[in-house]
């Protein structure tokens, strides 16, 4: 390691050591969203932690008033446990209205810490009845700039359009149950052609109490059961908080450009039982053989830049169709879901021995069965599905409420190779849940009113092959994080990661390729505080180490945050890192719209400034500048970025 690398690690020590021996009132929502983000998967991707942030901002900007709320209403709130918010919920039902945020913390489950994580996003006002009004919110988003994370925009002649990224939304309240929502999108790199926007979203959703519950005409997204039919979007969990909250049929906000459905959905239902049908139909991408007239890959980026991108922009026709029903009774409740996909050409898969099992044809049927049973303390839950191949899958898990200081949740699944995972989402290793044989089990303990510590181990096994693998492979995953709060001010995290994962072995003198096991651990250090209503500080250390020829990896940075008055903000950060590629570190970084995972590998640094002004309610205007410093064949390369950006809500 270099020594001005050392002497940079030094000095951010220091600094550290000097920011974070001081700690003031609270920890703001971003804080709380950035550890929850921390404890995820390296490699959560882009468009969940975007419509992460949309949930987290939707709520931030218009809180559940929790005296008006309904059952729906409070499961919003998915920073909160099943246990929670049925214990919620039967508290509300005898002591309504609560007069304090603050009384939540004599509902049963809720710590100060709970408290602490709820209390921005709901609201304690008089019980009302509402009358009916119109209400509309609009959005609009410039975003441009140079970026370092995909030198193509600069340097790639052939891409149509400049590197501007142009978000609008429109929502519109008309009452208690009429909803009119409109999004449209250009990514960088994309023009403005004859339609305007590249993409375009649009929905009328109804919600009402009685026979017809749900009505969405436009775009939509089905949450159901435990996803392994129906769920496209984000899916909220933590260690122990493991089972999937389904919605039902939910208006699509997203930027997705492919994965969701287009047409008409509606449930019907009375006190015990919901009936949802559905009906889309629209175009996504994919890349045609133009030979055999067939498709061979469906392109899911979303990206339409260049003619390549331009020819697989909306060349398939989708067409979906499917039905929930879901009877509730007072203890859970027990649903069937049924989906049929049907693809305009035929969907060839190539010959490679690990798409043996993958789908081909022209259209794919999936079935399955759902339960949730509650008893006091204990929440079980599962689902079995089965497709038109007689491929299953299935899994069962429950979650426990020991006492008031322990959480114990098991996830047992088994997903054979043939099951198709397309616009679904279960619980699982990696990002389909097809070709896996798995089981979950996790701890949380609170140690005191400010303190936890969870633990979680995951065994998995792939019995086909996987893509880059030479063989059927097996691994786990098994995670230790410590959480503290300080007086209410501030917030530690401590978390170590151990993963046991397959890679091919590549040893020139053997004639049969097979796979050998690696050792990845990784840990993870995060400390937020503030020294006064002004000034905010995050510390951040990740440290990993794999067992391949390649050297431990670091990486260290620290934020420094000052708000000048509600109108102005200031962020900042200064990193460094030496990670090899082999351990390569992933850690989250804020943007001028939404943040992203960045990965790091080779020895450097890098450091950013972004200023946030914000005009009245409407306006806000965001710019952020970066430099990224790294080692690259002995010598220093420097990358600048500079992005802008323009939010006006009205």
Known sequence: MRFYFIVRIVFIVMLCACCNNVFSQDVDSVCKMQLNILQTDEQTDVTTIEELNEVIAELSRHPIDINNATHSDIEKLAMLTDFQIMSLWQYLEKHRPMLSVYELRTVLGFDNKDVDAVKSYIVCKPIVDKRAFVKTRAQF????????????????????????????????DIGKHLHVSTTAEKD????????????????????????????ILGDF?????????????????????????????????????????????????????ETSFFASKHRIDATIDTVDNCITTIQKTGYHRTNSELFNKHSVCLQSVGANVNYKFTKGNIGFTHVTHCFEKELISSEMAYNYYSFSGKRMSMSGIDFFLNFKRSDLFGEAAINEKNRTAMLIGGEFQLNGM????????????????????????????????GFYM?????????????????????????????????????????????????????????????????????????????????????????????????TQATGAFASVKSSPSVFLSQDIDYTFSKSLKLSMRYAVFDASYESRISVYESDVRVGSNA???????????????????????SAKYAYLNKLSNKQNTRRNEFSFLLKYEF
């Open 141 to 172: 988003v410039e975003q441009f700039g140079e970026t370092m994370l995909d030198d193509s925009l600069i340097s790639n002649p052939k891409y149509a359009g400049k590197m501007t990224k142009t978000l609008l939304r429109v929502q519109t």
């Open 188 to 215: 960088p790199g994309e023009h403005f052609n004859s339609k305007g926007f590249d993409f375009y979203s649009c929905n009328i959703f109804i919600e009402k109490k009685r026979l017809l519950k749900k009505l």
């Open 221 to 273: 997204s089905m949450h159901f059961g435990q996803g392994l039919v129906a769920w496209n979007g984000y899916s909220f969990r933590n260690l122990t908080d493991i089972r999937k909250r389904g919605e039902g049929l939910i208006p699509y906000k997203s930027v997705d450009e492919n994965m969701f459905y287009r047409g008409l959905g509606f449930t019907l239902g009375c006190r015990h039982l």
């Open 406 to 437: 322990f959480q114990f949740s098991a996830l047992f699944r088994k997903y054979e190779p043939g099951y198709y995972s397309f616009m679904n989402s279960g619980f699982s290793s990696g990002s389909a849940c097809s070709n896996e044989t």
């Open 442 to 538: 996790a701890l949380r303990t609170k140690i005191d009113t400010i303190s936890s510590l969870s633990s979680s181990i995951d065994f998995y096994k792939h019995p086909w092959l996987k893509y880059g693998l030479y063989d059927a492979t097996f691994g786990s995953v098994t995670t230790v994080t410590y959480e503290r709060n300080f007086s209410n001010s501030g917030k530690c995290l401590f978390q170590y990661k151990h993963l046991s994962k397959a890679m091919n072995d590549t040893s020139a003198n053997l004639q049969i390729k097979g796979v050998k096991q690696i050792q990845d651990n990784r840990l993870k250090l995060a400390i937020y505080s503030q020294l006064n209503e002004n000034w905010r500080f995050v």
């Open 599 to 621: 990965s790091f590998f080779g020895e450097g640094d890098k450091f950013y400034i972004k200023a946030q002004y914000a005009i009245g309610k409407q306006i806000m205007i």
